[in-house]
C-alpha cells in the first residue's frame, strides 16, 4: 500500500521557469515531510523539509507547499536550472518514529 | 565532516548465498536506517537502528537483519539471497531524536544476485 504518492513520473521545463513537483499522501498521522533529490549510482540528497505546523518552507530557490486538508505537498524550484535535472522523491513520516516513507519519485528534466 | 559511508560499493552474489553491508553514519549519529530502492517498488524502508537496538521494522522477510555497534556504525545482512534481492541498498543516518531530524543518505551497495 503506497502511503506516499507522486503520480508524475516524469517533468520536462524550460531552463529559467518554474518546476512544481506534486505529492499526495493517505496517512493523516504523518507530520513531517521533506524532499530529495537523487542522481543516477548515488545516494539521495536532502533538499528541504516541512513540519506540518507550517504550509510553506522557503529555501532559496526552493519552496515547499503543505496541503494538510488536501494531503498535498508540491514542491518548486525558481528559477530551473539544467543543474537540477535529477530524480525527485517526496518522502513523509511521523516525528518519533524516524522511518521515512517514499513515494515512487518524478524525473525532473530542465531543457537548457 | 565526513558523510555517510557504505562499503561496498558494488556486489555480485549467486542464489542462496548471504552477504553483509556496511554503513558507517555521520560523526554523532546515533540513528541508521536502512532502505530498499528496487524500479518496481521504489524506496522501500527495511529497519532503523538507534543507540544498538532495533527502534523500527519494515515489512521485510526474516532473512533481512542488521546490528549497530556501540560507535553508530551498522551492518545488514541477508541469508539465503533470492533474485529479487537484486537492488540498491541505501543507509540513512540522523540523529535520531527530538523533531525535525532530516536523513543523511549514503551513495549505496548495489547488490547483484544472479
Known amino acids: 500500500d503506497q502511503q506516499v504518492k507522486q503520480n508524475s513520473p516524469s517533468l520536462s521545463v524550460q531552463e529559467g521557469r518554474i518546476s512544481i513537483l506534486n505529492c499526495d499522501y493517505t496517512n493523516s498521522m504523518f507530520d513531517y515531510f521533506l524532499w530529495y533529490k537523487k542522481y543516477p549510482a548515488e545516494g539521495p540528497t536532502f533538499l528541504i523539509s516541512i513540519s506540518s505546523i507550517k504550509d510553506k518552507n522557503e529555501d532559496g530557490r526552493f519552496t515547499v507547499f503543505l496541503n494538510k486538508s488536501a494531503k498535498h505537498l508540491s514542491l518548486h524550484i525558481v528559477p530551473s536550472q539544467p543543474g537540477d535535472s535529477a530524480v525527485y522523491f517526496c518522502?513523509?513520516?511521523?516525528?518519533?518514529?524516524?522511518?521515512?516513507?517514499f513515494g515512487t519519485g518524478t524525473r525532473l528534466t530542465v531543457i537548457p | 565532516k565526513a558523510g555517510v559511508t557504505q562499503t561496498p560499493r558494488y556486489l555480485i552474489k549467486t542464489r542462496g548465498q548471504q552477504v553483509t553491508l556496511s554503513c558507517s553514519p555521520i560523526s554523532g549519529h546515533r540513528s541508521v536506517s536502512w532502505y530498499q530502492q528496487t524500479p518496481g517498488q521504489g524506496l522501500q524502508f527495511l529497519f532503523e537502528y538507534f543507540s544498538e537496538t532495533q527502534r523500527n521494522k519494515g515489512n521485510f522477510p526474516g532473512r533481512f537483519s542488521g546490528r549497530q555497534f556501540s560507535n553508530s556504525r551498522s551492518e545488514m545482512n541477508v541469508s539465503t539471497l533470492e533474485l529479487g534481492d537484486s537492488a540498491l541498498y541505501l543507509c540513512a543516518s540522523s540523529h535520531g531524536v527530538g523533531k525535525d531530524t532530516e536523513a543523511f543518505f549514503g551513495q549505496g551497495t548495489r547488490l547483484t544476485v544472479v
Open positions: 518522502a513523509a513520516m511521523k516525528t518519533g518514529a524516524n522511518n521515512l516513507f
